[in-house]
């Protein structure tokens, strides 16, 4: 997903992953089931946690949770994003991620090329 313009730029109009905040007394695998509905309109599955990511901004930092997760179709709405892509693996690195993201991505490449 594209970000919208932010105002931290190292932020503004970077790719991310969607997801979101941790609300009180959610497990992370909740969390993402939630946010994805909430920002996609979109019913997922949590197949298997992938990656904890520890990023410090110049400005925040955050532990971030990423999950494999499936979907019986790639129908979505953007509510809170300005654009998206569905990728294949080796089409990855050619986006402009979020600094955060670098490590997840890596590792998506590593392992579906093996
Ligand atoms: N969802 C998501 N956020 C990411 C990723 N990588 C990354 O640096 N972030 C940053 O992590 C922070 C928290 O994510 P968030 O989705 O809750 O962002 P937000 O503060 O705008 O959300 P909110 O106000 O709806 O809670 C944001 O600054 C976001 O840009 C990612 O792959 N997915």
Redesign the pocket.
């Known amino acids: 997903m594209r970000?919208r313009p932010?105002k931290?730029d190292y932020?503004s109009k970077?790719f991310?992953?969607?997801?979101?905040?941790i609300e009180s007394g959610e497990s992370p695998a909740e969390t993402v089931v939630r946010?994805i509905h909430e920002e996609l309109k979109m019913n997922i599955e949590v197949e298997k946690e992938f990656l904890v990511v520890n990023?410090q901004?110049p400005d925040?930092g955050?532990e971030?949770h990423?999950f494999i997760c499936s979907t019986p179709t790639r129908e979505l709405e953007l509510s809170?994003h300005i654009s998206f892509k569905w990728l294949d693996a080796n089409e990855l690195e050619a986006l402009d991620w979020?600094?955060?993201?670098i490590l997840?991505v890596d590792k998506l490449i590593k392992e579906i090329e093996q």
Request: glycine letters at 8%.
């Open positions: 970000t932010n931290f932020i970077k991310e992953f969607p997801g979101g905040k946010e990023h901004y925040f955050i971030m990423s809170e979020a600094a955060a993201d997840i």
